[in-house]
Structures are given as structure tokens and as C-alpha cells.
């Protein structure tokens, strides 16, 4: 999702992503792109454009990477590895928030407190519908609380007889998606720099969160 092909000397965009790709990228019997290890830091970052992409500059031309896909994928990544290894960091909210559900989502989180906890999510019910939010994951500390624990609830929600662990990589795509630099967000040159190193260490396998 990061990924724009080069414009051309004429001015033109190439679009022949997953048939031709430029040089420096690979490619697998799919047709799909992959870079090769060290291809994100090895870009040099110029600009910010309209507080949603990232110009920068490589050997064989200009890319621009959609900042919210960028971010997403590394915080996807992140959460999911740190998920498989039950390391999930926390970071304990000062006082703890309060979120009201509507019975469904309740009834979604009812007997889940343990698997959220998995997730990083620390919660407990404090009445019929209502839900206090005491530690969140460390990664998505600039996220609403509120709104990661409506995501779990969401997608716990979409079918009750899936086990959780079909449900785990929904879950955490879609915290990741919230919790993440957004378009319209203004990023420091060494918070895209940072965010070009991390692209390099990134599962991309699969389907773009």
C-alpha cells in the first residue's frame, strides 16, 4: 500500500505496478512487489506533501508513500509480532476512561476481559453498559481509548461463534489503523525518517491491514 511507482522523464506516473517492476524491485510468481532489504532507508526523504504523503528520493527516481498506509503497516506489524510473543507493552492511563456500549458490544466483550489483556487492552465492566479502560497498548498511545476498545468490540461482534484467535489479526489491523499517523497529520523529518528505517524490518506478507 506504501508503494508508488517512479514518475517518468516525460511527467507520467508509471502504472505497470505488478507487471513491470523498476529497478531495484522484485517481484514473486504472483506479480506482486517486494523491495529489497535496506530499499526503504536507503530513500532520501524531502517533503511533506498536503500533510498525507511523503516525498523522497531514490537512486531511480521520485516515490511518494502514503503516510497512513506506512504507519499502519509498521504498527500492524508490531502489534501483531508482539501479540504472538504475549509481550504486548502497556501504557497505564493516569485515570482510567470510561466508554458506554450499546448491549451488543457488551455482550461481544462479555467474558473477554483476559483475551483483551493479550491484545494490551486492560478492561473491565463497571455497570450494565459501560466499560473502564485502565491500560491500552504502549504502541497506540496516541489513539482513543475509547475507540480501541469499540474496535474489539466491533469485531468480536461480527460473529459471535468465531473463535477469537480467527478474529486476532482483524482486531489488530484495525487498532493499528486507528492508532496510527493519519493523512492531514504533520511529521517531524526525523519522525519520516524513523518511519522509512521501520518500513525496512515490516512483514509484508499478506494483505495490506
Known sequence: ????????????????????????????????????????????????????FLICEGDDGLYLLDQHAAAERVTFDRLRTAYRARAVAMQRLLVPEVVDLSPEEMAALDGRTEDALGLGLEIRAVGPTAMAI????????????????RDLASELARDATRPFGAAVDLVLATMACHGSVRAGDRVTDEEARALLRSLDGVDFAGHCP
Do not use: C, K, M
Open 1 to 52: 500500500g506504501a508503494y508508488v511507482p517512479p514518475a517518468r522523464a516525460d511527467g507520467e506516473v508509471s502504472t505497470s505496478l505488478g507487471r513491470e517492476a523498476p529497478t531495484g524491485i522484485g517481484g514473486d510468481e504472483s506479480g506482486a512487489l517486494f523491495e529489497p532489504s535496506g530499499f526503504y532507508a536507503s530513500l532520501r526523504y524531502l517533503a511533506q506533501a498536503r500533510s498525507t
Open 134 to 149: 485502565d491500560a491500552i497498548p504502549q504502541v497506540l498511545r496516541r489513539a482513543s481509548p475509547a475507540r480501541l476498545v
